[in-house]
């Protein structure tokens, strides 16, 4: 059981530059999220998805998009990368809300944008 | 202001110590509380959950205290292990599930 899986686990890119992040689960989670995790501060909430088909927008999406069209697949995109979106960015998923569930997270993609 | 305050930022303990993290937040109405330790390089794992009805809630060599009155939450660890080196997040989630990340305690255990 691999859990979350995100690829890659490390990228660099040019300002300008569009990349892709892939979140895949396997425990048939409703419930995906990608955060970004930047020093001295919390995690905080790029775009969640309820579900297959539906996203939302969390703390702070702007210059980010994202498509749930599989409900194991949670993808990040960034269309032109800024300097300012050098982070960690973490995927998670959780079964539902519902039972205090807890989020379960992948090990990050490093992202440093030059 | 960031609702959730953790404190101290960093903390260096020798193996086979005690020590205690803090987190406050003002997070309201409160559904719950979560612990979790993220190992370096890693993403973070749920330790412990306190909801609002519980003070005191162990895991292990892992102790979690919840003070919904004060809105204070402490995570002592017994007997520091290296194992233990890590990151500790607290994250304090309301009634429409919203989830707040505290910035974490760096914890270094040191034979």
């Known amino acids: 059981n691999a859990g979350v899986t995100q690829t890659p686990k490390f990228r660099v890119l040019k300002t300008g530059q569009s990349m892709t992040l892939l979140c895949a689960q396997d425990m048939n989670h409703e419930y995906m999220y990608w955060y970004r995790q930047d020093p001295g501060m919390g995690l905080r909430l790029i775009h969640y998805s309820v579900g297959e088909g539906t996203t939302a927008k969390g703390e702070v999406p702007d210059g980010y998009n994202v498509s749930r069209l599989k409900k194991q697949n949670f993808l990040l995109g960034l269309e032109s990368a800024a300097p300012s979106q050098t982070s960690v960015y973490f995927c998670a998923s959780r079964p539902t809300v519902l039972g205090n569930q807890p989020q379960h997270f992948g090990d990050g993609t490093r992202l440093s944008i030059l | 202001k960031n609702q959730v305050e953790q404190s101290p930022q960093s903390l260096i303990i020798l193996e086979g110590k005690n020590c205690t993290l803090q987190c406050n937040y003002t997070v309201s109405p409160f559904s719950n509380l979560r612990w979790y330790k993220q190992d370096t390089g890693r993403g973070p794992v749920s330790l412990t959950i306190?909801?609002?009805?519980?003070n005191t809630k162990s895991n292990g060599r892992y102790t979690a205290t919840l003070d919904a009155d004060t809105k204070q939450s402490s995570l002592h660890i017994t007997a520091s292990q290296l194992s233990d080196s890590a990151s500790y997040i607290c994250?304090?989630?309301?009634?429409?599930?919203?989830?707040?990340f505290g910035a974490g305690t760096r914890l270094t255990v040191k034979p």
């Open positions: 306190m909801t609002f009805s519980e």
């Open positions: 994250v304090v989630s309301g009634n429409n599930n919203d989830m707040r």
